[in-house]
T-cell receptor, first 110, second 116 residues
Framework: EDQVTQSPEALRLQEGESSSLNCSYT??????LFWYRQDPGKGPEFLFT???AGEEKEKERLKATLTKKESFLHITAPKPEDSATYLC???????????FGAGTTVTVRA | NAGVTQTPKFQVLKTGQSMTLQCAQD?????MSWYRQDPGMGLRLIHY???????DQGEVPNGYNVSRSTTEDFPLRLLSAAPSQTSVYFC???????????????FGPGTRLLVL
């Protein structure tokens, strides 16, 4: 059973059209939830870590929120440079390991 | 700091050949790991290490070996390559520690492997 599910798989936006990405998880004892950005042909780049329900973090046009069962990555007034694949990962209990979702590919058209 | 470096960037192998994917980090991180990334499946953990001399298996370890003789290096060995190992391989590292706000994992640029 998948621990981390991301939706939608792909998202096409017009520049300035705000939207949200979803990451739902089923692990018990969440230690941390991570968001990464990945550009084509490159390694994942760290964006945020969320640790407890109700927590929110922001970076430029991105805002990540966390509940007990899911996390949202909100993209406000996106620009073409926000086009990328966004990955969600969870860390459970006392484990170092990360379990990743399959990602959401965001394309922002000018 | 160079961060996490990986070599080679791209490799083509024939079935049955062996090779080693190199990973190095200059951040004095204790924790290092190897992932493979396949379309539609996300990143899957192959092996990881919590310090020099200590390694353990991840989600998909079969067909891969690792060792950790130094803090800086964590090579991944394919002993007999198979077409199913065609993938993009990423190495990652982070500082060790069980504190809640420990550092996140930093990823290398990846190695693209094609097994014919």
């Amino acid at each position: 059973e998948d621990q981390v599910t991301q939706s939608p798989e792909a998202l096409r936006l017009q520049e300035g059209e705000s939207s949200s990405l979803n990451c739902s998880y089923t692990v018990s004892g969440l230690r941390g939830l991570f968001w990464y950005r990945q550009d084509p042909g490159k390694g994942p780049e760290f964006l945020f870590t969320l640790y407890s329900a109700g927590e929110e973090k922001e970076k430029e046009r991105l805002k990540a929120t966390l509940t007990k069962k899911e996390s949202f990555l909100h993209i406000t007034a996106p620009k073409p440079e926000d086009s990328a694949t966004y990955l969600c990962a969870v860390q459970e209990g006392g484990d170092y390991k990360l379990s990743f979702g399959a990602g959401t590919t965001v394309t922002v058209r000018a | 700091n160079a961060g996490v470096t990986q070599t080679p960037k791209f490799q083509v192998l024939k079935t049955g050949q062996s090779m080693t994917l190199q990973c190095a980090q200059d951040m004095n991180h204790e924790y290092m790991s190897w992932y493979r990334q396949d379309p539609g499946m996300g990143l899957r953990l192959i092996h990881y290490s919590v310090g020099a001399g200590i390694t353990d298996q991840g989600e998909v370890p079969n067909g891969y070996n690792v060792s950790r003789s130094t803090t800086e290096d964590f090579p991944l060995r394919l002993l007999s390559a198979a077409p199913s190992q065609t993938s993009v391989y990423f190495c990652a590292s982070s500082s060790n520690g069980l504190s809640r706000y420990r550092e996140t994992q930093y990823f290398g640029p990846g190695t693209r492997l094609l097994v014919l």
